[in-house]
C-alpha cells in the first residue's frame, strides 16, 4: 500500500503540485451476534481507499477513491489537482499549511 501512496504523490509532484499527501487506508472487520449462546449472525467486510490533498499555487484540492490501483490514483491525483488550481484562481488568499512534516503511521 505504500507504494500506491508514494505513486500518487509523484504524480502529482510530476503534475507541479507545491504540496501533497497520500492517505491510503484498509479496513477489515467481523461481526458475531450470539442469541443465547449461539451464532445467531456473521459478517465479514473489507473495504480500502486512497485520498490526495494537495495544495497549487495557494488553492486546496482533495479526491479520494475506493479502488487502489494505479489507473484510479491518476484519475484523483487529476482531479485533485484541477481542483486545487481552480481554487487558487478565485481565492485572493493562499493557503499555506503550518510546517511540514514527513510522517508514516500504521495501526492494527
Known sequence: MEDLAEYAIRAASTLGADYV??????????????????????????????????L????????????????????IVKIAFKTAKASSALFKKKIEFAGIVDSKASWT
Open 21 to 54: 499527501e497520500a492517505r491510503v487506508m484498509a479496513l477489515r472487520s467481523e461481526e458475531l451476534i450470539l442469541k443465547n449462546g449461539n451464532v445467531d449472525a456473521y459478517g465479514y467486510s473489507e473495504n480500502e481507499g486512497i485520498g490526495v490533498r494537495l
Open 56 to 75: 497549487v499555487d495557494g488553492g486546496l484540492g482533495f479526491a479520494s477513491a475506493n479502488r487502489l490501483d494505479k489507473e484510479s490514483i491518476e484519475k
